[in-house]
């Protein structure tokens, strides 16, 4: 069984930081892909940043609205995703989940969120 545990949610002032990190336990953590999506309330799902699996090499990929900003990375001793967030906006308010998926690997698959497991979700809050 696949768990995934996250932690580092809260609130910030705009322009500031805040760092996201997500543990994956029950299986195998280099073959699965692991991303990073957000949703606000009333709002679609969005999607954040993934940084791939083994046989993807590690890749990353990221959402429009993050990149330059936002830093996704992971530490395969520790079997942990973690998501760097600077220069932060109140548009960035939302609850982050943490997703994990050992086969996808379709680039529009992974922008629309199609993964198969997720956290519980952290929220971040970002104060004008």
């Known amino acids: 069984q696949v768990q995934l545990v996250e932690s580092g949610g809260g609130s910030v002032q705009a322009g500031g930081s805040l760092s996201l990190s997500c543990v994956l336990s029950?299986?195998?953590?280099?073959?699965?892909?692991m991303g990073w999506l957000r949703q606000a309330p009333g709002k679609d799902r969005e999607f954040g940043a993934t940084?791939?699996?083994?046989?993807?090499?590690?890749?990353?990929i990221y959402g429009y609205c993050v990149k330059g900003r936002f830093t996704i990375s992971r530490d395969n001793f520790k079997n942990a995703v973690y998501l760097s967030m600077n220069s932060l906006k109140p548009e960035d308010t939302a609850v982050y989940y943490c997703?994990?998926?050992?086969?996808?690997?379709?680039?529009?698959?992974?922008?629309?969120?199609?993964?198969?497991?997720w956290g519980q979700g952290t929220q971040v809050t970002v104060s004008s």
């Open positions: 029950g299986s195998t953590f280099t073959r699965y892909v």
């Open positions: 940084i791939m699996n083994s046989r993807g090499s590690f890749g990353t």
């Open positions: 997703a994990a998926d050992e086969f996808l690997i379709s680039s529009p698959r992974i922008r629309a969120g199609e993964f198969d497991y």
